[in-house]
């Protein structure tokens, strides 16, 4: 499974983006997709998940400011940013956990896609 990416860019504080996150195929089987982030000299950050069931955490930097979601007509996961600032900077990693019903789960990564803000 192959995770496109797309939506980065610049932007400057209090600006808002929006991630899309598309795998090559349709998941059938219970999945959890997760946004990472990761900047320079710090280590890689979850920022927020959704379960194929629709559930959802955020990391506590991002709460009341990010929203996850789905499409699943489009099969594709979304990640609305808002209110965006400077600490934001970061490349930003698309997870796929793909959860079988029995046997190893899977873990898929995208290419990551550049978020940059602007003071």
């Known amino acids: 499974v192959q995770l496109v990416e797309s939506g980065g860019g610049l932007v400057q504080a209090g600006g808002s983006l929006r991630l899309s996150c598309a795998p090559s195929?349709?998941?059938?089987?219970?999945?959890?997709m997760d946004w990472y982030r990761q900047a320079p000299g710090k280590q890689r950050e979850m920022v927020a998940s959704?379960?194929?069931?629709?559930?959802?955490n955020y990391a506590d930097s991002v709460k009341g400011r990010f929203t996850i979601s789905q499409d699943n007509v489009k099969n594709t996961v979304y990640l609305q940013m808002n209110s965006l600032k400077p600490e934001d900077t970061a490349v930003y990693l698309c997870?796929?956990?793909?959860?079988?019903?029995?046997?190893?789960?899977?873990?898929?990564w995208g290419q990551g896609t550049q978020v940059t803000v602007s003071s």
């Open positions: 997870s796929l956990v793909v959860i079988p019903a029995w046997g190893p789960s899977y873990n898929y």
């Open positions: 959704i379960s194929s069931g629709g559930g959802t």
């Open positions: 195929e349709r998941i059938n089987s219970n999945h959890v």
